[in-house]
């Protein structure tokens, strides 16, 4: 599920998103849509990280608010589906677990954050590093994404026949469209209730045009990394492969719902673009 080296440091594209997570709080007016410094913390990227050249404040202004508004609407639907299960897959530097401790003592949550072995070992040293550790009721499962991924996760407690909310956000162009298939119907199979939400990148025609010398970027220096973008959905074939994978049902969540939803009135140019979109899917 993306890269898949295991050295034990953060990937790349982890430590960006976690930035720009950042760069939303330092840079652009309140009210913020998320509030989070602590990944910025864990990626510990030195005093000049607002200087590179992927952090540009009004380049990145659409990005960033795009980054920060899929975590929100994640969080959000947990939240309101009241499960007792949590899972982030390919989880980099997330830190709902960090920022919202009082969910899981307040409903019994477990979280799952599953990624592969190297970044999740630097992640929880670092963890301890900071003094957050990592309580029973947060798990970081290690897996090999080519692998028996979802037995590890059964392994780390990982209730089946329990509902439960799976996120998959910044994955699905990694993967091929039988790798994406082959996730949708493992989740698919999960218990009456469970929920799965995931992003997609649309392809870069159907991109605003002034968002597209930047996706453009993206595409290319992913491949220079090794780590090409594989799969690129429309929303109707996003929701095609949710159906014919066994979710019960499955919509399409616009980035015109994202915008009215957490960007209101804004006029500084903050709010998300329509390369990435999300789908919601329920069992």
Do not use: C
Not at 127 to 156: I, T, Y
Not at 176 to 200: C, D, I, K, Q
Not at 223 to 231: E, I
């Amino acid at each position: 599920m993306g890269v898949t080296k295991d050295v034990a440091e953060a990937d790349h594209t982890a430590v960006r998103v976690a930035l720009w997570r950042a760069l939303h709080v330092r840079a652009d007016a309140p009210p913020h849509v998320l509030e989070d410094e602590i990944g910025l913390r864990l990626a510990d990227p030195g005093d000049g990280w607002r200087d590179r050249p992927d952090m540009h404040v009004d380049a990145t202004r659409r990005t960033r608010a795009s980054i920060v508004a899929r975590a929100r609407f994640v969080e959000d639907l947990v939240l309101e589906r009241g499960v007792h299960q949590y899972v982030v897959l390919g989880a980099g530097l997330d830190t709902f677990a960090q920022r919202r401790p009082e969910v899981a003592a307040a409903s019994g949550l477990r979280v799952f954050e599953v990624d592969r072995p190297g970044p999740q070992a630097w992640k929880r040293r670092r963890l301890e590093a900071l003094g957050f550790g990592v309580p029973e009721w947060l798990r970081l499962v290690p897996v090999d994404f080519e692998g028996d991924w979802w037995g590890r996760l059964a392994e780390a407690g990982f209730d089946a026949g329990r509902p439960a909310v799976v996120a998959s956000t910044g994955v699905t162009m990694y993967l091929t469209r039988e790798a994406n298939a082959a996730t949708f119907r493992l989740v698919a199979g999960l218990a009456p209730g469970s929920t799965f939400v995931t992003t997609f990148l649309r392809p870069p025609e159907d991109v605003e045009p002034e968002q597209r010398p930047q996706l453009e970027v993206a595409v290319a220096g992913a491949r220079a990394a090794g780590t090409p973008f594989l799969s690129f959905f429309r929303p109707a074939e996003i929701l095609t492969l949710a159906r014919e994978s066994g979710f019960r049902e499955a919509r399409h969540v616009p980035v015109e719902e994202l915008d009215r939803r957490y960007f209101g009135e804004r006029t500084d140019g903050v709010r998300p673009s329509r390369g990435e979109e999300l789908m919601v899917a329920t069992t």
